[in-house]
């Protein structure tokens, strides 16, 4: 009497096949990973130097932000010294003009 065992049998050169299908994957998987690492290191150092222009650029806008308040201060000083120079001539011209005014009808009076 032959034993029939139940089941299925599988050959030796399934399980090779079924085993070169999984290298042959494996070896896929690990190109696209290693593609996928590239692009990350890429992403990572734009990422860096994405983040220093930011610094760069603040940078930048605090600088002329300081720029901008020494020259609105530089002109501020510049007006007041304008008024100053305005009223300080005023001021020296007042006592010719009454001198003036005051000769003339000095002189109109005799």
Do not use: C
């Not at 150092?45 to 201060?73: F, G, T």
């Not at 007041?80 to 009454?98: D, L, N």
């Amino acid at each position: 009497m032959t034993r029939e065992t139940p089941g299925v049998m599988i050959t030796l050169r399934e399980i090779y096949d079924s085993v070169q299908g999984v290298g042959d994957s494996l070896e896929r998987m690990e190109g696209k990973l290693l593609h996928l690492e590239e692009k990350s290191l890429l992403a990572v150092k734009a990422d860096e130097r994405s983040q220093d222009a930011l610094d760069m650029a603040k940078e930048a806008y605090k600088l002329a932000k300081e720029s901008n308040e020494a020259i609105e201060s530089y002109q501020q000083t510049k007006e007041e010294q304008k008024q100053w120079y305005s009223r300080t001539i005023i001021a020296a011209v007042i006592p010719y003009i009454i001198s003036a005014i005051l000769g003339l009808l000095y002189i109109l009076g005799n």
